[in-house]
């Protein structure tokens, strides 16, 4: 099992908001140790998509934001597109190793 | 632009070892970590191990602990993932990819990957 528990699927229809969970301990996110995302489309590498809690890399719309409070963070997705259908992955540090969720696979209806 | 290109697909035997490569194409990772992330079929992300190469030491997720070697050649700017005793459930897609790192070893965020290489373990 994952050190980080995410949603196995969300969806949403185009337009719609959605939001994936990423619920850690105090080992973990509840540390203080950054979150960061990543979106994996069929058949590619992940991709970073959030980094530091709450930050966009250049070039990812500002459709998608991240959030940390607690032992949880989030990544929500405002106006959903079809091309936002991916696996999304949260990542963070325990005990300074890496560990990552265990993915959420976002439908697009 | 620098890329991290992945050595090509291995198909190993059960019990033998393989070693994959990742070469920092246009560019070098003296100043970045790199982590090995691997992908089994249909399954989530797993960190294997990271390293350092100014540094020259690896760390390695409790559950490939005696098993995986990850080093770097930082005169051809390429890294090494080797893993040993190989299983079938070691089936996998293996990335490499790029961080830069805390002064405490901490790595951060993984901003560069490799396209990834496909081991199959098979008898």
């Known amino acids: 099992q994952s050190v980080l528990t995410q949603p196995p699927s969300v969806s949403g229809a185009p337009g719609q908001r959605v939001t994936i969970s990423c619920t850690g301990s105090?080992?973990?996110?509840?540390?203080?140790?950054?979150v960061h995302w990543y979106q994996q489309l069929p058949g590619t590498a992940p991709k970073l998509l959030i980094y530091?809690?709450?930050n966009r890399p250049s070039g990812v719309p500002d459709r998608f934001s991240g959030s940390k409070s607690g032992t949880s963070a989030s990544l929500a997705i405002t106006g959903l597109q079809a091309e936002d259908e991916a696996d999304y992955y949260c990542?963070?540090?325990?005990?300074?190793?890496?560990?990552f969720g265990g993915g959420t696979k976002l439908t697009v209806l | 632009q620098v890329q991290l290109v992945q050595s090509g697909a291995e198909v190993k035997k059960p019990g033998s070892s393989v070693k994959v490569s990742c070469k920092a194409s246009?560019?070098?990772?003296?100043?970045?970590?790199i982590s090995w992330v691997r992908q089994a079929p249909g399954q989530g992300l797993e960190w294997m191990g990271g390293i350092i190469p100014i540094f020259g030491t690896a760390n390695y997720a409790q559950k490939f602990q005696g098993r995986v070697t990850i080093t770097t050649d930082e005169s051809t700017s390429t890294a090494y993932m080797e893993l040993s005793s190989l299983r079938s459930e070691d089936t996998a897609v293996y990335y490499c990819?790029?961080?830069?790192?805390?002064?405490?070893?901490?790595?951060?965020?993984?901003?560069?990957w490799g396209r990834g290489t496909l081991v199959t373990v098979s008898s």
């Open positions: 530091g809690n709450s």
């Open positions: 246009g560019g070098t990772f003296s100043s970045y970590a």
């Open positions: 990819a790029r961080s830069y790192y805390y002064g405490s070893g901490t790595l951060d965020n993984f901003d560069l």
């Open positions: 105090s080992s973990n996110i509840g540390a203080g140790y950054d």
């Open positions: 990542q963070s540090y325990d005990s300074s190793l890496v560990v």
